[in-house]
């Protein structure tokens, strides 16, 4: 299983961006697919976007299609979710998680490896 840290959350102002990092080791990262997930208090864990194991999948929620991008640089083991156009609703601790795989896709369920979280606030 990849260890992951993520790192890069803060406090935005409504339309602000944000780029989150999800670092991982020890592993060759090339079979994992990775997904970022966010939970807000009271609320249940929700899916936000996934990446397959080469980078050429990717899926997106609803809720953030259009306003986030993934993408991954497996030479150097990290995984970004740029945020842009920042939502009050888009405040939340966001986790990055990975399974592993050799299919071509990304799920976004399945995960077994998590990060400990980094919060995000969006805030006027």
């Known amino acids: 299983q990849l260890q992951l840290v993520e790192s890069g959350g803060g406090l935005v102002h409504p339309g602000e961006s944000l780029r989150l990092s999800c670092a991982t080791s020890?592993?060759?990262?090339?079979?994992?697919?990775i997904g970022w997930f966010r939970q807000a208090p009271g609320k249940e864990r929700e899916a936000v976007s996934c990446?397959?194991?080469?980078?050429?999948?990717?899926k997106y929620s609803d809720s953030v299609q259009g306003r986030f991008t993934i993408s991954r640089d497996n030479a150097n083991k990290t995984v970004w979710l740029q945020m842009d156009s920042l939502k009050p609703d888009d405040t939340a601790t966001y986790y990055c998680a990975s399974y592993w795989t050799y299919r071509s896709e990304c799920l976004m369920t399945g995960y077994d490896s998590w990060g400990q979280g980094t919060q995000v606030t969006v805030s006027s």
């Open positions: 990446i397959s194991g080469s980078g050429a999948y990717t």
């Open positions: 020890p592993y060759p990262m090339e079979y994992y697919a």
